[in-house]
């Protein structure tokens, strides 16, 4: 089970948010129960129907409350805390109601306060447990930000996945990570990778070691993260293999955390410019997300030549 703490929450957004603790314990757990529970939906407005997520009262809430009996009030809020909220916070400068504080005085509750606006903490805190309880994932390879485009260069062993990030960084393209890429799944079809803190800004290059690639090619040529949008397969050729599909019909795709991804194969071999290939690969993948199918397009202009000759036949 993916999990963190009321106090890891407090502790990252204690000064962003503005966060004083007013009362409870902070070593509750926020935790994703179950697989179909997106971790965004662990925090949200005041709300019945989900009494288990960290509430957030703002004015709009107090403002219902103010219209209605004391014993309604007491009874809604006996519901929310019978089934243990990691924490309440107290939004929009909002005076702090001495009822609330009581109860969570009394269960232990955490209780914090805010002047921020409630809609505004929301989607930090979303934002924030997306990413701290979202899948991931490690896999080998490198992993690059290419005209914009996060490319995870993955292979066969030897295929020089290295030689060819190095080539693309000397080029002005920048390294997110090399050997070990940690996937997180923070939106359904999102898929963010980063580089474990110990390997930061390192590369290693056969013959060469391990270089650091800030030192070397300054900040520029480092990325803390990118988005994956494509996958890039070096494929070392052997005899007995079959050649590769000139014109290819269909995409190939490959799963990570349950998300396709585009997967573009280069063959390996003596004389190919790798780097331009797969800057081309990354050029032709813009223009698919743009709407623009350069091999489709061919086949339709093929078509209208067939159907042109046809006629004049």
């Avoid at 992993?143 to 066969?156: E, N, P, S, Y």
């Avoid at 940690?182 to 060469?208: K, Y």
């Avoid at 052997?238 to 585009?262: K, S, W």
């Avoid at 202009?301 to 036949?313: M, T, V």
Wanted: hydrophobic letters at 45%; one cysteine or more.
């Amino acid at each position: 089970m993916r999990r963190t703490s009321v106090a890891q929450l407090f502790e990252a957004h204690h000064e962003q948010l503005a966060l004083t603790h007013v009362c409870g314990r902070l070593d509750r757990e926020i935790a994703v129960p179950e697989e179909r529970i997106w971790p965004a939906d662990l925090v949200g407005h005041l709300n019945l129907m989900h009494p288990d997520r960290l509430q957030i009262i703002g004015a709009a809430e107090l403002t219902w409350a103010q219209r209605q009996s004391r014993e309604k009030i007491a009874h809604h809020l006996q519901e929310i805390f019978a089934a243990r909220p990691p924490a309440i916070i107290l939004a929009d400068n909002c005076e702090l109601p001495g009822m609330l504080q009581t109860i969570c005085e009394t269960t232990q509750v955490a209780l914090f306060r805010t002047p921020l606006a409630s809609a505004g903490v929301i989607d930090q805190l979303r934002l924030y447990l997306s990413r701290q309880l979202a899948e991931k994932v490690s896999l080998h390879g490198v992993f690059m930000d290419v005209l914009g485009l996060g490319v995870f260069i993955t292979g066969d062993s030897g295929a020089g996945k290295s030689e060819l990030a190095l080539e693309l960084i000397s080029r002005g393209h920048g390294l997110v990570a090399d050997d070990v890429v940690e996937f997180s799944r923070i939106a359904p079809t999102v898929l963010e990778g980063r580089c474990p803190e110990l390997l930061q800004d390192f590369i290693e290059v056969r013959g060469l070691g391990i270089l650091n690639i800030r030192t070397i090619f300054g900040e520029t040529a480092c990325r803390r993260k990118m988005r994956l949008r494509l996958v890039v397969y070096l494929q070392r050729r052997t005899l007995g293999d079959g050649d590769p599909a000139r014109l290819p019909i269909h995409r190939e795709t490959q799963t990570i955390l349950g998300v396709e991804v585009p997967r573009t194969i280069l063959p390996v071999a003596a004389g190919r410019n790798l780097a331009v290939l797969l800057e081309a690969a990354v050029r032709s993948q813009i223009l698919n997300l743009r709407g623009i199918d350069s091999t489709q397009e061919f086949i339709e202009r093929q078509h209208k030549a067939i159907e042109q000759q046809s006629g004049e036949g």
